[in-house]
């Protein structure tokens, strides 16, 4: 197999190196029941899609470093001004200027809790996580929003008190190295690659 495809930007252009879209033999399909007919075949194939973050591209390197960003709209004729989101927002929805971004790690720490949440058994395609996968929705003081996310330890409950944890040792760079467990939770419990 060869390498799979990798990016980096230079002089604000994508350099590309290495295999984008791998292709492997067709195999037939064919009909057991008619005397194995052929009906068709598969075509193999594997592609390395390039996800360009843009203006996201802070919020996903600050869970690699155990920091929580997220954004507020401060510009003084917005009706919404002060309103603070996370998930983060490049801009603000209400003015459309460029919001500010703010680490709210601490406040994060301080007073996040479960506002409601999911346990789903199965899970959609492709999905890393590991099932019954807890989806939490998470309530902070001082922010307007509700965050998604899910629990990497014990059961949710509505109200619950939780604190962040990061993925600093390998991250991938998703929303998957962002998780949460119940406060209090001791280091030793976290999963491997995980720290508060
Ligand atoms: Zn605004």
């Not at 002089?11 to 195999?27: C, E, S």
């Not at 007919?37 to 194939?45: E, I, K, Y």
């Not at 009706?79 to 500010?100: A, H, Q, S, V």
């Not at 406040?107 to 996968?133: D, H, N, Q, W």
Request: one cysteine or more; hydrophobic letters at 35%; proline letters at 6%.
């Amino acid at each position: 197999m060869a390498m799979f495809g990798q990016v980096f930007v230079k002089k604000g252009k994508y350099r590309i190196k290495g295999d984008f879209h791998h292709l492997a033999a067709h195999t037939p399909i064919r009909d057991a029941d008619n005397a194995f007919s052929l009906c068709g075949v598969t075509n193999p194939r594997e592609l390395t899609y390039i996800h360009s973050y843009g203006g996201e591209a802070v919020f996903f390197e600050s869970l690699s470093r155990g920091t929580l960003l997220a954004s507020r709209c401060e510009h003084h004729a917005c009706e919404c001004r002060g309103t603070t989101y996370l998930p983060f927002r490049i801009y603000c929805p209400d003015c459309l200027k460029r919001n500010r971004v703010i680490d709210v790690t601490d406040e994060a720490k301080r007073s996040a809790r479960i506002y409601t949440f999911m346990v789903c058994e199965r899970s959609g395609a492709f999905s890393l996580l590991e099932k019954p996968i807890k989806f939490i929705n998470i309530a902070f003081d001082g922010i307007d929003t509700v965050l998604m996310s899910y629990l990497s330890l014990g059961e949710p409950r509505i109200g619950m008190e939780v604190v962040p944890i990061f993925k600093r040792r390998d991250p991938s760079y998703t929303i998957l190295d962002l998780s949460w467990v119940p406060k209090g939770t001791p280091a030793e419990e976290l999963k491997p690659g995980f720290e508060f």
